[in-house]
């Protein structure tokens, strides 16, 4: 399978741990986005790459929250002091240099804050 | 701020029926409007999208999309509806000329019944 690829799939952590997403794009995709979806919602922008640098953050985005991709393939999402609130579905998604508008998804790692 | 609206929560269609699935947009410039399919647990998966050209848009598993500009709508439809269709639809457009995020709609559950 050549897609986007996400690990975990699931996560369970307590109120005030840190935890780590990562995300694998679709081999020479440039472009590397984040996204949150809660229950009910559609995806929300968090953040995006071109290649290794992040050119965009949303005000989602608060200063717990880092995303890296120090080489330019994959990232990741590291999110500080869970909230209870940041339980969610996050969502990673790339796109290539030739068809930047579309922009395909991963499965998704569900965050469940306790 | 470029937005789009699902009007509606849920459809329900039976089995072998056309299905429609509204979606109406608010954008400055050309819009570049996307339709991504989400089954339980899974990532969205990209059907189809329309920037420019043809007014009507056919995209994967025999889905088609409808641009009418004077009513601001791209409205995804099947003219046969599967069990298997079943599942989360969202609508989504380029965040502005140049714009690097989606923006989506909260959803529309699609429920076909055999």
């Known amino acids: 399978d050549t897609g986007v690829s996400q690990d975990p799939r699931h996560k369970i952590t307590k109120r005030g741990q840190n935890v780590t997403f990562r995300c694998d794009p679709i081999s020479e995709h440039n472009r590397l986005y984040w996204y949150r979806q809660t229950l009910g919602q559609g995806p929300e922008f968090l953040t995006y790459?071109?290649?290794?640098?992040?050119?965009?953050k949303s005000r989602l985005l608060s200063d717990r929250f880092s995303a890296e991709r120090p080489k330019g393939s994959f990232s990741t999402l590291e999110i500080q002091r869970t909230e209870q609130g940041d339980s969610a579905m996050y969502l990673c998604a790339s796109s290539s240099p030739e068809s930047q508008e579309t922009q395909y998804f991963g499965p998704g790692t569900r965050l469940l804050v306790l | 701020a470029q937005s789009v609206a699902q009007p509606e929560d849920q459809v329900n269609v039976a089995e072998g029926n056309p299905l429609t699935v509204k979606c109406t947009y608010s954008v400055s410039g050309n819009p570049y409007l996307f339709w991504y399919v989400q089954y339980p647990n899974r990532g969205l998966q990209f059907l189809l999208k329309y920037i420019t050209g043809d007014n009507l848009v056919k995209g994967s598993y025999g889905f088609e999309a409808e641009f009418n500009k004077s009513q601001t709508s791209f409205h995804l439809k099947k003219p046969s509806a599967l069990v298997s269709d079943s599942a989360l639809y969202f609508c989504a457009v380029r965040d502005g000329p140049g714009g690097n995020k989606l923006v989506f709609g909260a959803g529309t559950i699609l429920r076909v019944k055999s």
């Open positions: 790459f071109q290649n290794e640098a992040q050119l965009e």
